[in-house]
């Protein structure tokens, strides 16, 4: 039981190149979640996802979009990457609405160029 | 809507000595509160929560937290810290049986031997 796993860890671009974000979890979670993390700001909600083939926008979801085909992944996309969105990136999940707890990835250090 | 204020970006204590990381949270509904720590190069881990009953709650590693409901407060103790409780810690509130949880700005607990 891996809980939630990111891929990759560590990313450079350059402005204006695009990735994806990969988040895994295998304990059948219904929502899933994408946030930031900058110094003095706390975590900031990108997008979620309430269950597959669902997602919704979070506090700050321009720049980015998302997908959820698959009930255990999640992506985050960046189209045209900006140096703004240099951050760390966690994904969690939820078991679902009943449930209070998130479970925390590792994090994806993100930095553009 | 809810938001999450933490007053200390930065608490340095002495190993062994008490420390108080102080949380208020504005909300016109009752809420959940969390307390979540972020060990150095990690992601977030659920250190304590208050969702009913009884106003104090514990973690097993000594900290505590109070919930105040007159004075919208929800501050992290712990009365002996230890180098291993080095981290930032961050308080976040949410809605009951809601989608999103919103954090604080996070408290950076710095340890000296």
């Known amino acids: 039981n891996a809980g939630v ?5 560590f990313r450079v671009l350059k402005t204006g190149q695009s990735m994806t974000l990969l988040c895994a979890q295998d304990m059948n979670h219904e929502y899933m ?3 930031r993390q900058d110094p003095g700001m706390g975590l900031r909600l990108i997008h979620y996802s309430v269950g597959e083939g669902t997602t919704a926008k979070g506090e700050v979801p ?25 951050s760390v990136y966690f994904c969690a999940s939820k078991k679902d609405a009943s449930t209070d707890t998130q479970y925390f990835g590792p994090g994806t250090r993100l930095t553009v160029l | 809507a809810q938001s999450v204020t933490q007053l200390d970006s930065q608490v340095p204590v002495f190993e062994e000595a008490p420390v108080e990381l102080r949380c208020n949270y504005s909300s016109s509904v009752s809420v959940y509160l ?3 720590v972020q060990y150095p ?17 514990k973690s097993i590693n000594g900290f505590e937290a109070e919930f105040n409901k007159s004075q919208t407060s929800f501050h992290l103790r712990k009365p002996s ?30 340890i000296r031997p």
């Open chain 2, 81 to 110: 810290v230890h180098i291993s409780d080095t981290a930032e810690y961050f308080c976040a509130v949410s809605k009951m049986v809601a989608s999103k949880i919103i954090f604080g700005s996070g408290t950076r607990l710095s």
């Open chain 1, 5 to 9: 796993t990111q891929t990759p860890k």
């Open chain 2, 41 to 57: 190069n990690q992601g977030l881990q659920l250190l304590l929560k208050y969702l009913s009953g009884s106003t104090l709650v």
């Open chain 1, 33 to 35: 979640y994408w946030y």
């Open chain 1, 62 to 86: 321009d720049g980015y979009n998302v997908s959820r085909l698959k009930k255990q992944n999640f992506l985050l996309g960046l189209e045209s990457a900006a140096p703004s969105q240099t």
């Open chain 2, 34 to 36: 969390f307390w979540y």
